[in-house]
């Protein structure tokens, strides 16, 4: 079984400056995905970014960042130059390959202070 | 390209009373999956539909059910409504059962009283 834990519930971060956003799951596959979701106060779920577990470079995505480490099971998103427009819930979730019970972990509500 | 569409965007329903909900995928896409968000679980799994089978399954009740349609629309279904069972529910489509990204819907709000 798959599982995705978040452990930060809230997370405060002043604009410009950067933040981190911790997530490790527990997964027995070898092949899957994992992905960091936004949802903004309007609730449409946006990806963030991506990391396919197979590859060992951290994906980047303009201002996020992963940090992959893929022996510990820690997926954490690094959001440098914090914006207004980054306040939103972020959700970790991981896929297992060719499959789509797609699990999120409870989510980080970040609050970006001007 | 339109993204993924779900009607309606609210709705309020007595317990006992059943629900249809509906999401349009993206265009070209024919994979579709429902999740339910609430405050204190999260966000849950509940089906994946393809090519109007259903795939995958999540660990609800049978009151839960959904189909698929040719033109890869589906519709969720939600009978004897339970308080419980007030939630916002997720559509997300992606192009087949081999990728992996998938784009969310705006959700329905249910409320059940």
């Known amino acids: 079984a798959q599982t995705v834990t978040q452990s930060q519930p809230e997370m405060s971060v002043q604009e410009a400056e950067t933040v981190t956003l911790s997530c490790t799951y527990d997964?027995?596959?070898?092949?899957?995905?994992l992905f960091w979701y936004k949802q903004p106060p309007s609730r449409q779920m946006i990806l963030v970014i991506r990391q396919e577990a197979y590859k060992q470079q951290n994906a980047t995505e303009n201002r996020f960042s992963v940090n992959f480490q893929k022996a510990a099971k820690s997926f954490s998103l690094k959001i440098s130059d914090s914006q207004l427009g980054d306040a939103a819930m972020y959700f970790c979730?991981?896929?297992?390959?060719?499959?789509?019970?797609?699990?999120f972990g409870a989510g980080t509500r970040l609050t970006v202070k001007p | 390209k339109a993204g993924v569409t779900q009607t309606p965007r609210y709705l309020i329903k007595t317990r006992g009373q059943q629900v249809t909900l509906s999401c349009s995928p993206i265009?070209?896409?024919?994979?579709v999956s429902w999740y339910q968000q609430t405050p204190g679980q999260g966000l849950q799994f509940l089906f994946e539909?393809?090519?109007?089978?259903?795939?995958n399954k999540g660990n609800f009740p049978g009151r839960f059910s959904g189909r698929q349609f040719s033109n890869s629309r589906s519709e969720m279904n939600v009978s004897t409504l339970e308080l419980g069972d007030s939630a916002l529910y997720l559509c997300?489509?992606?192009?087949?059962?081999?990728?992996?990204?998938?784009?969310f819907g705006p959700g329905t709000r249910l409320t059940v009283t």
């Open positions: 539909y393809f090519s109007e089978t259903q795939r």
């Open positions: 265009s070209g896409h024919r994979s």
């Open positions: 997300a489509s992606r192009l087949d059962q081999g990728a992996y990204e998938q784009y």
């Open positions: 997964t027995s596959e070898s092949d899957y995905y």
């Open positions: 979730a991981s896929l297992r390959y060719n499959n789509n019970d797609m699990r």
